[in-house]
């Protein structure tokens, strides 16, 4: 797979790309992962990126033809594609886990990473296919929530992990929660595992499992539950 981002700050994500799985699965060539400054779209001396708003108001608004240029050198004009071209926008639709693992299966992304105040509606409707929020606050910039949808996505690419069962067992995977997680010592600090994770009765491990799932999603994330009722429902 093959990540584009376009961003006025291509450095933050140097140590980004060389840490961590992620890291690994680029080394490897599971996945490509470029960064393109927006500034060598601009035209001026001053390489701006933004001006005032129209209509007045606090802030600056990031200009139309850079992204839009950037966006068509990157992936090509709209109609003629050649990847999903995502913005990083509070006005968004939220990432899930359903839809990182759906983006994950497009082959080519290209991130636009929004600074300021926003992004011109002009670029938006000549060159960003979708507005992604990872949740409901607001960021300085586009590149951290960027990074966000990176590491998502990548994990449900063939090769990135070790064990590919590994994203079944995660929280949000199932519409819930993930249980309490143990490892060495058996005891710490008057703490003990939990006997039935000892037991190797691997039935009564699921259960208790399935079990502690559901209780924490319940304290946590009841609207999760819903969410999964009325799926069940329909």
């Given at each position: ?46 390489r701006s990126v933004d001006d005032i708003p129209y209509g007045g108001g606090p802030g600056m608004v990031m200009k139309p ?61 000549l060159a960003i296919d979708e507005e992604i929020s990872i949740g409901d606050y607001v960021l300085s910039g586009g590149e ?91």
């Open positions: 797979m093959r990540v584009d981002v376009i961003t006025i700050f291509p450095e933050l994500f140097a140590p980004f790309r060389a840490a961590g799985v992620l890291g690994q699965a680029i080394g490897r060539g599971e996945l490509i992962l470029e960064t393109h400054d927006l500034r060598a779209w601009t035209k001026d001396r001053h033809e850079p992204i839009v240029e950037a966006v068509e050198a990157v992936a090509g004009t709209k109609g003629e594609r050649a990847a999903r071209v995502l913005l990083m926008s509070p006005q968004g639709e939220r990432l899930t886990q359903e839809r990182a693992k759906e983006l994950a299966g497009e082959g080519h992304l290209a991130i636009v990473c929004g600074r300021y105040e926003g992004v011109d509606q002009r670029a938006v409707e951290a929530a960027a990074m966000v949808v990176i590491e998502a996505i990548s994990r449900f690419i063939p090769g990135v992990l070790g064990n590919p069962e590994s994203t079944q067992m995660e929280s949000f995977q199932q519409a819930g929660l993930e249980g309490p997680q143990y490892t060495r010592p058996a005891e710490y600090r008057g703490l003990a595992v939990p006997e039935v994770l000892r037991s190797g009765d691997h039935a009564k491990i699921a259960r208790w499992r399935a079990d502690q799932a559901l209780a924490r999603t319940k304290t946590r994330r009841p609207d999760l539950l819903r969410v999964l009722a009325q799926g069940e429902e329909r």
